[in-house]
């Protein structure tokens, strides 16, 4: 068996080794149909379009992408292809949840935002938003949630939320069509009908937020502040807006090693299900240096306005910045 994997996924490839005749680890955004034409398997990230026009007359009869979007999977090609194909939902939910955690508390500590007195409302109430619930509710915050797709009585409108929040956060999946399409679903309009001036958080998709509207509404005090980890167009986002914004980050919220980790494992077990292969031990994330002191404070273990810093000095890294990104915990194992 030949697999072929995005070179930047990290600690999966001696896994693999123990699973395949041949790995191939390659640049997941160079991956191309001559690379994957002989491959029994391909696993990926988001830099890959995995459609007909890459996996076209390969032998490939599984594709797997760690991550937990999965909009540039080609999912009814696939099928009609007969690819089996999988994602890892929910992997790096508590990754993504210690960013907005962190990134509150630097609200609190940089902005003045007094925590215990303000009002959090997350869209989208899924893997990450559940999480992210759980942080607000812990950090003494009212919480509306709007998610319609799940139908729950408790939840509120995207209206009531504009009216009431004093922070919203974006936690859904890229749709482009239907009831709840998600695509500039904060755009002009929605800005221009905040009665509120909140600060807007998103670490979905980038084009969940209409970044030129998002600029704009900042420029007329209509939005007090951005954190963006996702933008429209990356890696060629708006150097305008990101010097605007109090934190922008290079599309790395999920991007602790336990996620990955998670991506990785719920990877390998998909991949040993439809080959009916033995399952490897378990990847298990490097644990933290030695002389690493943490006190509880959760921005020692990590910090968003250091990447936001990062990016903000060379923004033209974006890509580089994420594929070499540092070791990240979100616990600190004695």
Sequence with gaps: MKIIVDDKIPYIQDKLALLADEVVALNGAS???????????LIVRTRTRCDESLLKGSKVQFVATATIGFDHIDADYLERAG????????????????????????????????LRDATIGIV??????????????RLGMKVLICDPPLGRPEDVSLAQIAEEADIITFHVPLTHEGEYATWHMAD?????????????????????????ALFSAIEEGRVRDAILDVWEGEPNLSLRLLE????????????SADGKVNADNMVIEALCRHFHLP?????????????FHYTGNPLELYNPLNDSEALKA????FEYLRNHYPLRREHFDV
């Design 188 to 212: 002009e309009h929605f800005f221009s009908h905040l009665p509120r001036i909140p600060y807007i958080i998103n670490t979905s998709r980038g084009e969940v937020v209409d970044n030129e």
């Design 83 to 114: 690819i089996q194909w999988t994602s890892c939902p929910g992997c790096n939910a508590a990754s993504v949840a210690q960013y907005i955690e962190s990134s509150l508390l630097l609200l609190q500590q940089k902005k003045g935002l007094l």
């Design 124 to 137: 989208g109430c899924g893997h990450v938003g559940s999480k992210v619930q759980v942080v607000a509710e």
């Design 279 to 291: 399952l490897p031990d378990r990847v298990m994330p490097p644990k933290l240096p030695a002389d």
């Design 314 to 317: 060379n923004p033209s890294k």
């Design 244 to 255: 605007k914004i109090f934190i922008g980050t290079p599309h790395i919220a999920g991007y």
């Design 31 to 41: 991956i191309s149909a001559a690379d994957v034409k002989d491959a029994d398997a």
